[in-house]
């Protein structure tokens, strides 16, 4: 079997496997680029956020450092889990982030008040693919997220090997090289000049 051949196998196999990929990153992109319009068709009287409760509570939170411990012991003491996020906005506040694809709540611990309030989030379509784009690394106590983690690092490498396959093919039809030139020169120039302008 020729190199040519297994190039153009692995390049149409890889093309099917990594479909589901290509949807959600080129679907997700659509909301980033236009929230507006999500906001606009969301924008019926509904609240994005939701009170689920808002109560009396008193810990001692660092002021800097790592934020993690804390965040997760204030979600043990009030029956949260799952993945988590926590960093300080406005200055006396306290912010933890939980989320999932399907469901997220905000935890707002005000220190001087002594109160945390809980907030559960709106379910969206555009939050939802936004969500998906923008998760990764290995930061969360879960085995799930860790093989969504590894699942979207080999996804890269995949990519990666279907443009070099790609650009194989494309070397080798020697009728379609000029227009490759163009393509390629087309989208390069693109890519830089906004690159160096933006």
């Not at 290509?22 to 236009?34: D, Q, T």
């Not at 443009?163 to 194989?168: D, F, N, R």
């Amino acid at each position: 079997m020729k190199f040519s051949h297994v190039n153009r196998r692995l390049h149409l196999y890889l093309a099917l496997t990594l479909l589901p990929w290509f949807l959600m990153y080129g679907i997700s992109s659509f909301p980033f680029a236009h929230h507006g319009i999500f906001d606009a068709v969301y924008n019926d009287g509904v609240p994005l956020w939701k009170v689920r409760f808002d109560k009396p509570y008193a810990i001692e939170a660092p002021k800097e450092g790592d934020l993690r411990p804390i965040g997760a012991r204030v979600m043990a003491e009030n029956g949260l889990e799952g993945s988590f996020g926590t960093y300080r906005g406005k200055p006396g506040e306290l912010n933890i982030f939980v989320h999932s694809f399907l469901h997220s709540t905000r935890l707002t611990y005000f220190e001087k008040e002594q109160r945390l309030l809980a907030e559960d989030r709106r379910w969206r379509w555009d939050q939802f693919f936004t969500g998906m784009h923008a998760r990764g690394g290995f930061a969360q106590d879960s085995w799930l997220v860790d093989a969504w983690g590894v699942v979207v690092d080999i996804v890269c490498i995949g990519f990666l090997l279907w443009i070099a396959t790609g650009l194989y093919m494309w070397w080798q039809l020697r009728a379609a090289r000029t227009w490759g030139w163009v393509a390629l020169g087309a989208g390069m120039g693109v890519f830089v000049l906004l690159l160096f302008t933006l």
